[in-house]
């Protein structure tokens, strides 16, 4: 069942789906602290900041459309955090095709499309995996953690104490540590 954040966060996404721009723009602050994050990450081997936010913004805005609301299993953010990183790597991909071999020259490690692939499969059997293994609470916790939300935006997202949500972060990051043989591949 979906919690009030994720209720209103869909919310959002309808009322952009029927053309409410504002809400699409609530969205996106919403989501600032992940296109920051994501942008940092990207731009930190070379590239044009701005290309990449663009294109981030795309993927997000496409992401926002096609997000299935009824997929309890999988969050926006996480959904969105996949759509945005594909992007990048078609980004990156279009730029080496032209002739930018001093940038992919310096972010072939980062962007190497077979370790993505194989991090992305990686990464959906940890999700399952934690899911197994954390209370419900806990599992949100850490997709929302994953989202790259603060505890701070988690716990009015969740309307509980942020202790609570950093509480259950930490068991949840326990959880995998402990259990982390069992993730690798």
Sequence with gaps: MPDEGMKRENELIRSFRQGNDEAFT???LQYEPL??????EASASGGDSAEIRLAMEEA??????????????RTFGAYART??????????KDW???GFDELTENT????DLEQYMMERERFLLT???????CTPIEYRVFMAYLAGET????????????????????????????????FLI
Excluded at 35 to 40: G, Y
Excluded at 85 to 90: A, D, F, M, R, Y
Aim: charged residues 30%.
């Design 151 to 182: 505890p701070r935006q988690t716990a009015k997202r969740m309307k509980c104490d942020v202790k609570t949500v950093s509480n259950a972060k930490a068991r949840a990051l326990s959880k995998l540590h402990k259990n982390s043989a069992e």
């Design 60 to 73: 997000f805005r496409n992401a926002a459309i096609h997000y299935d609301l009824r997929d309890e299993n």
């Design 35 to 40: 296109f920051s994050s994501l942008l940092t």
């Design 83 to 92: 759509a945005m990183k594909n992007q990048i790597l078609k980004l990156r």
């Design 108 to 111: 072939a490690d980062s962007f």
């Design 96 to 98: 080496s095709r032209h």
């Design 26 to 28: 609530a969205l996106m």
């Design 127 to 133: 999700c399952k995996k934690m899911k197994e293994i």
